[in-house]
């Protein structure tokens, strides 16, 4: 415990002497940040994905360094210190986990998110949603939007009858391109997302996840027919459409055989 205290203030000491004499450091703010943390926890995540663990190390090392940075500024500006973010955390875990720390008896993986936000909401005066961030990616908004609501009981008993909603969405988008109502159109195709985001949450599926699996294997197929269409000494801007088409299947059946 001692080696890693040591490490933790040597950490801070080496982020006060960036702030002090590197000119990059200390022109940072934590608005200027921002964007840079997200390319860090995007970063993380493809490491993750790809099980690349040295590079998961390094990237968490990255986020770790953003949160002493965050903690550095609001320090200089008397707000609060990484100490005080690390009692807070330690607060909070052990507030979250009465059937840890608690007299609360073993109870399930369910219960224990229900009892996460039923603790989070007796905390928080503004209601159940408003802990979710407005500026948090849509489908990731949605899906937890969708999970605490659920948490409280509102929520479908049924998968079937998610997929029916999605349906019913359908039509009702259906119908909107037949009246060609623009914002009626946007709203309906919403609709559609919202619906199509619940039911994988009802599967047990994260829907970022299929996603993002879909759009890179579009991505690694539409590659596959760039490099045929050159091998051939064609340009692709020359293709038809039905040419463009062609080529597509041969590159499904290919990637379908590896």
Not at 109 to 132: A, D, P, T
Request: aromatic share 10%.
């Amino acid at each position: 415990m001692k080696n890693i205290d040591n490490k933790v203030s040597n950490l801070l000491e080496i982020m006060n002497e960036l702030r002090e004499k590197c000119p990059w450091d200390r022109k940072q703010t934590l608005d200027s940040l921002k964007r840079l943390t997200i390319e860090e926890t995007f970063e993380l995540i493809e490491a993750i994905e790809k099980k690349d663990f040295e590079n998961i190390k390094e990237e968490l090392g990255d986020l770790f360094l953003h949160i002493v940075f965050y903690s550095k500024i609001s320090s200089e500006n008397k707000y609060f210190d990484f100490y005080d973010v690390v009692d807070f955390l330690i607060k909070k875990i052990i507030e979250r986990h009465p059937h840890v720390y608690g007299d609360i008896e073993e109870i399930t993986e369910e219960q224990v998110k229900i009892n996460w936000e039923k603790i989070k909401l007796k905390n928080n005066k503004k209601g159940l949603l408003s802990g979710v961030p407005k500026s948090m990616p849509p489908i990731s908004k949605a899906y937890r939007v969708q999970d605490k609501a659920s948490s409280v009981g509102f929520d479908w008993e049924k998968v079937d009858e998610v997929f029916d909603k999605i349906k019913e969405e359908i039509h009702e988008l259906d119908t909107a391109l037949n009246n060609k109502n623009k914002n009626q159109i946007e709203e309906e195709f919403g609709d559609i997302m919202f619906s199509l985001i619940n039911y994988s949450r009802h599967l047990k599926i994260d829907p970022d996840f299929c996603l993002n699996n879909s759009t890179n294997k579009f991505i690694n197929r539409f590659n596959s027919l760039e490099e045929i269409v050159k091998n051939e000494n064609k340009n692709i801007s020359d293709l038809s459409l039905n040419e463009m088409n062609m080529y597509w299947e041969r590159v499904k059946k290919l990637h379908f055989r590896n």
